[in-house]
């Protein structure tokens, strides 16, 4: 049905913005991956051959014709690699991962899983255009006419972009107007070119009457689940739906109308394979209906299937674009349960488009003209088919199923018919019809390449490729195949990419083994003769086709893609310690070889400057020399003898040198490899280490009292300094040895009041704490030593202070020269007490001290002289040698008892009635002393004491006279009479 008019339904509010701003990405002109461009192996490689690029590519399309990859390296950012001239042509960012790509001329559209639609214009430095913020994933990109950008979504719209006038178009679902009274509005599926027309494969669009949520889980850490494509395939109504998975790997759909519990949907989701997904059904609709749904990713045992287009009632449309939207030429309206993909053919056997579709567990092939009129239909039992392709002109169809089978249908006037099969290993990824005449395939089934040509000699397809195990180029680990130009196919793993370059010429053998036609990988191990490895060296492999690289020894050399012949390597060590080699090597695949590299003998000098003072180091320094065969070398160095100079064999080396001050030079270790007349310079750089000067006072033989300033003054000159901690010690950083000042100054006037400042010379070497020992500053001590019970001076007492022990003289004055310091002044001896005083002597100092006599115990008795006591006698006690006064009354025992300082006393005794006693003592120790004074009366008191006593003794003595005389007077006549008798 042929419409004249334009229909189509425009959003009148746009969900997305779209800068038309040039925005220029990053360009890499000069940068390359490590490999050799194709264009340098066409030049010499006979075709066919199959070369590596060391780098897998990410999300991989192809443009420029298949020239050209364009990847992701990262989420962020694309990247544009042309193989053919290695070259990575430039980088830039991208929102999404990309979904899809597609190029017309010069211009490039790429469209991405978060909906943006991003131009670029290789004819103006890669100038950018972007769309931005649509909410839904761009499933198709469509460039027309170097001039129109068609991006389908999810969601099944699609928006019409003008490049020539900055202007853009969005269209919801089409609306075909089959009749007057009856309006269908369907979504778009799927996009073709044919020219500069549109194919459109549309869809039945219904309001929703509910809700499926998905979750996928990983299985692994390791697994992706954002990103991934989800498609439900409702089989009651036809309806399709197609979601992305956001970066929690969750997506909704909503559900058609004609949905019902027991419906039954099936779910694809999208593997690490490309074009490939995990089938998951049949389903119950209402076992997913309005709940969150979680399946793990990648599901098990879920089998791996090809998704063609799967609808139900289906209309093709064939429209031509203009500035103001879709002119709709033709439509195909048809029934199927499921499209799997259309053929746009040359029309020269009277059809343009070839149809394949499914209905009824039959495949139908639509025969369309270039008005999509049906020309003829063929049917066939329901092949799985997961790949397809066809001639030019569409007289061969070859059709890949999943359980391995290749078939090929011939077109005849009658249609098409079966006209060979053929069994793969596995599932055909891939299935291209190179030729028509003679018939000419190529396929690969994830494991294996296979070439296939129609033998006219038994009738069937033979294939080309073949190794004596198998048919087919074994191909390992691909997670994704393309083809690029007419000429190379491109196989990507997760390490490298495989790229076959001359898929023409494969035809051009009846039997031929890939292998040989591999560009190989050439390692060579490179060792001296010694076993030692060799340092850097440049390797050439000279052949049809020259290799050059760099290496060293300790990573094999590596040759990539070299072509099996016979080759000269030559190597050339960038040290001279090696020789140069040239060695002949036959290369037949990917291989190892050693290689021996001989060895030189050099003379090896030595120097060593010092950075600090940019001369010889100081001090000697012992050293080591090793060799890799256990040799060694042992010496000392002393740096006036000149550089060390040694004769050494040639190989690798330990040089272990020690200094003798380590204090401030570190110890080398170098290994080395010895060149011829090697001299090696070596800048040592002087560490510090902190030295200690400990500050002592001499007298007390511990850390000097204050705080003090040490500085150093190295043999450069340079000052160093430090202050004390509470222990005396400064610790100073010092980057010299040798003989050196040390000034010592106190901080503080306290501390300067006790020692003075010093200046000493010591060797300073290494690391350590040096004992510096200050005299405290002298000072004159002027002592006055006073008696206080005389105020005179104590002479006799003796005065101790320090060390000194000294009595004093009459004068009672002593004189010190004593070290600043505090000091305790003991005045002790003779006749007076212990008395101690301390004095803080920091200058010429004149103090007194005051002494106190020993007290001594004197008891007085006052007795009459016939020993009775006397009471209430008077004592008076006065010093003789001292002002002491005391005064005492004897109570009923007649005796008092005194504490005094020793010394002479006058002992005065007053009673009433007795004579006063008067008498001289002398307390000279501590032991209790007694004096009696004894007293006699005065004559009123002896006769107060004694009268009647007296008159009595009076009387008696009167009469004692009287009869003296008495008795006398009679002995003097007594003795007369004698006298006279003896006369007579």
Known sequence: MKVSKTVIIIFSIPAFLILTSLLVPSIASAQSIESISLIELERTVQKPFIYSIEQSFSNPFLIDNGRAILYQPDSDHIQIYDYYMNQIRMTYTVNGKVTSVDQSGSFIAIGTSKGEVLILDEASNYSARKFEGWTSSVTQITMLSNRYVFALYSDGSMIQYDLNNDS???????????TTENTQQFQIIKIWKDGGNLLLLCSPVFPPIGKIYLQLNPTTNETQVSGLQVVLNFTDTGFVLSGTTDAYGYVEFNIPPGENNSSVVSVYISSQKTGFYYYLGPI????????????PYPPSNAPLVSIPYIANNYILYLATPNPSGLNIINTYAFTADSVYGLKVEDGSLGFKYILLSYKGGYLYIDRLSSTLSLTGRDTFSRWNIVSYDSDSSGKFIALGTIDGTLFVLNYSQK?????????????????????????????FDGNYLHALVYSQNNYTLWPILRTENSNGYHVQGVTGSVFGTDETLLFFTPDETLILDGIQEIFNYMNLDLRTRTLSTVYINVIGEDGSIPGDFNATLKGRITYTTTGSGKTPLIFRNVLPDNYTLIINPVQQIYDSIAKSLLVTGSSNFNITLPLHRFNLS?????????SFPKGTFSYSITSSGGFSILGNWAFSEGPLILNLTYGKYLLNIVPQYSSIYPSISLSFSIPENLSISINITRHTYLYGVQVLDKLTNSPATGIFRVEITDTKGEKHAGTTDYQGIAYIPIDDVGNMSISIVPLDEKTSKIYNPVTVYSDVSFQMVKQIYLDRKNYTLSLNVIDLDTNIPASGATVKIASYSVVLGPNGTLVFVLPANNYVITVQGGIYTTIQKTISLYDNTTTS??????????????????GTPISNAYVHIDGIDNVNTYTFITDFTGEVTANLPLGLYRITVSAPDYVTYVGVWNISSIAPQMIEARMNYTLGGYFKAYGIYILIIVVAAILILYMRRYVRKKLDLLAQKELEEEVF
């Open 168 to 178: 853009w178009i969005s269209y919801r679902p089409f609306s075909l107007q089959s």
């Open 284 to 295: 119950s609709v209402g076992d997913l209906m309005n709940k969150l749904n979680y399946i």
């Open 415 to 443: 249609g098409f018919s079966t006209f060979q099969s053929y069994k793969l290993t596995s599932t055909p990824w891939l299935v291209r019809v190179i030729s028509a005449s003679p018939l000419s395939i190529i396929s």
């Open 606 to 614: 030595v120097e060593l400057t010092d950075n600090t003072t940019n």
């Open 849 to 866: 001290i005051g002494v106190r006599r020993i007290m001594g115990t004197l008891t007085v008795r006052v007795i009459q002289s016939g």
